[in-house]
């Protein structure tokens, strides 16, 4: 049976359109799979990125956590191990401008990102890589290759009997080296024998804020407190900008006032010690842990040295504003020791350092430590000294760690 011619054409006509339907599928097909490769592969890079390192919110924690466990490390250095440190120079600038024209913080490295219209538009400030460890001068000098018989971590130590004068302990005692805030004994008695009134306010300016470290402070630029406050604070919470007024406002100024700190220095028979300015913040500031002893000793004497410096905390009028400060020194605190004073200090070049008066095993005894080794290590050693006075040392005996190289 055969179909009519013009069935015959309806058919191919219908065939014709079916496939222009196909080819332009096809063409619509082919179309998009050309454009989803770079959907795909930004999708594939997306996924190697999260597994290759963590998200900036898992490394922001990771540096949360080592801040919490005392990461070791130079004072100041930030370390976010979530982040590889750049090793290009620019990497390694600091104090770079952001988009907005402001300063990123000391350390920082600035990375600037680009909208979609490729204009710089913001910054994402990380940590700066730990670099080297900086280290003291002690170190430096190999003091801390000295054995002593307590393995102590601090490279120069000194016990003195204040009584009798009689050394139950020593090690590298002649050593001349950084003292850091421990230079605040030495303020504390130029202001008090200096006679001027305690209760007269002082200025905190941008003379007193540190350019020598960069260090922080809780007393803001034109705050106003008492002398007897800022000596208060300088001795108890180890103040900078309190210190560094207090020698603002002597008579003559500053340098008049660190003129006077070394004029007492060498009345007291210091004659290792020299001072450049009254907080510690300079490596300039230095003395042995012998002349220290002699400091502790005449700063004793003043009786509200002894009580503002072994204060365990206290509220202090800032302005209008109170604020509570603590004490630097964490034995205070501990109710086994019975400390009549006490300083504490540290700059990286000093390492850990604290001197004090106390009372052990019924002696009045006074113990320098400089140059220690690790946040605690200062505490650690104190502890071991008492132990070993408090239980192990007769009267008469006296321990001493022999010189470098002995």
């Known amino acids: 049976m055969q179909m009519p011619v013009g069935g015959a054409m309806r058919v191919v006509r219908l065939l014709k359109g079916v496939l222009v339907l196909a080819g332009v599928g096809w063409a619509m097909l082919a ?10 592969q930004a999708n594939a890079q997306k996924t190697e990125k999260a597994q290759k390192g963590p998200s900036s919110a898992q490394a922001s924690s990771r540096l949360a956590t080592d801040k919490s466990q005392g990461a070791r490390g130079a004072k100041g250095a930030k370390v976010d191990r979530g982040l590889k440190p750049r090793s290009d120079a620019r990497s390694q600038r600091t104090a770079q401008k952001d988009g907005s024209g402001k300063k990123a913080p000391a350390g920082a490295t600035v990375r600037r990102l680009k909208s979609s219209s490729g204009v710089v538009n913001a910054q994402s400030v990380t940590r700066t890589s730990s670099g080297p460890a900086r280290t003291s001068f002690g170190q430096r000098a190999g003091l801390h290759d000295t054995a002593d018989p307590l393995d102590l971590r601090s490279s120069v130590a000194l016990v003195i009997d204040q009584d009798t004068q009689q050394v139950l302990f020593s090690k590298n005692p002649d050593a001349v080296l950084p003292i850091a805030s421990i230079t605040k004994l030495m303020t504390a008695m130029v202001v008090l024998e200096a006679g001027q009134s305690l209760d007269e306010q002082l200025l905190i300016t941008q003379d007193d804020v540190d350019t020598e470290k960069g260090s922080g402070s809780r007393l803001r630029v034109g705050s106003t407190l008492s002398r007897g406050d800022m000596l208060h604070l300088a001795l108890m919470a180890s103040e900078n900008r309190a210190a560094n007024a207090l020698g603002r406002h002597y ?52 009786q509200l040295i002894r009580e503002l410096s072994t204060t365990a905390d206290a509220n202090v009028n800032v302005g209008s504003r109170s604020m509570q400060f603590r004490n630097t020194n964490g034995l205070i605190r501990n109710p086994s020791w019975e400390i009549g004073l006490q300083k504490t200090g540290y700059i990286s070049e000093a390492g850990r350092c604290v001197v004090m008066q106390a009372q052990l095993a019924g002696r009045k005894l006074i113990m320098v430590l400089l140059d220690s080794a690790g946040r605690y290590s200062r505490i650690g050693d104190a502890e071991r000294l008492r132990n070993w006075i408090t239980h192990s040392v007769p009267a008469a005996q006296a321990a001493t760690a022999p010189a470098p190289g002995g």
């Open 31 to 40: 179309a998009a799979q050309s454009a989803s490769p770079g959907k795909s």
């Open 251 to 302: 008579p003559g100024g500053l340098k008049v006032f660190v003129e006077a700190m070394n004029r007492k220095a060498r009345s007291l028979g210091m004659t290792n010690t020299r001072y450049v300015e009254p907080t510690g913040l300079s490596s300039a500031n230095q003395s042995s842990a012998h002349d220290l002893s002699v400091l502790v000793r005449a700063a004793s004497e003043h």
